[in-house]
């Protein structure tokens, strides 16, 4: 038995490093008012660390059973139309961070059993409504709107489906440990700006 770990360990560890770097410069808040069109739109959710770790996780719950996609567009539909008329909640930043952590959690504990597929399409879609939200506030008003709407949906359709793609080519070992690392960053994305605010 070889004591090297294997290649997809390795390019996940190499992952979560530039994961883990990025997440040392990102500021306490990754969120500001988003400029109109179909490619600001398209690189929104893909610039804030939170979101993009967010859209992974849904990929990788959806390896595991790809109707939680359905769950994560009626959540990301009904985000976005409650954050665009002006809908918010307290915590919303910090609730979306964590939102990360309880998506990788049901990873790890769906991997094998599909019996609570409601259970869990209800977090997929809770998840995704909160981040919807931040971008439904953030979403410009104007005549660019429905574009840049269109934008972000087909970023995240890519980075969600490019992950459930690969993973569905990967032994379930990887799944796991991308779920674990998923985890962590939640909790750093989460707990990164109390930390600055200690100082």
């Known amino acids: ?10 390019a996940l560890y190499a992952g979560l490093a530039a994961v883990a770097f990025s997440l040392a410069g990102q500021p306490a808040q990754a969120h500001g ?9 398209f690189l929104h959710p893909l610039t804030g660390i939170d979101h993009l ?9 959806a390896s595991i ?25 307290p915590f919303g930043e910090l609730l979306a961070a964590l939102a990360i952590t309880a998506v990788a959690g049901l990873i790890l504990r769906a991997q094998g059993s599909s019996s609570r597929l ?7 879609a809770a998840a995704v409504a909160l981040h919807a939200m931040l971008h439904g506030m953030e979403a410009p ?4 709107s429905l574009s840049w709407w269109l934008g972000a949906l ?13 993973l569905r080519r990967l032994p379930g070992t990887v799944t796991t440990r991308l779920a674990v690392a998923l985890a962590l960053c939640g909790g750093l994305v989460a707990l990164g700006p109390l930390a600055l605010l200690a100082r």
Do not use: E, Y
């Open 33 to 41: 008012i988003a400029h109109g069109g179909i490619s600001s739109g």
């Open 141 to 144: 008003s104007d005549h660019t």
């Open 1 to 10: 038995m070889s004591r090297f770990p294997s290649s997809s360990t390795l």
């Open 118 to 124: 409601g259970l869990w399409g209800g977090v997929i």
């Open 53 to 61: 770790l967010l859209l992974i996780g849904v990929g990788a719950a």
């Open 65 to 89: 059973s790809s109707a939680l996609l359905g769950w994560a567009l009626a959540g990301a539909i009904a985000g976005g139309v409650f954050g665009a008329m002006g809908g918010s909640l």
């Open 154 to 166: 087909v970023g995240s359709l890519l980075v969600s489906g490019s992950t459930l793609l690969v």
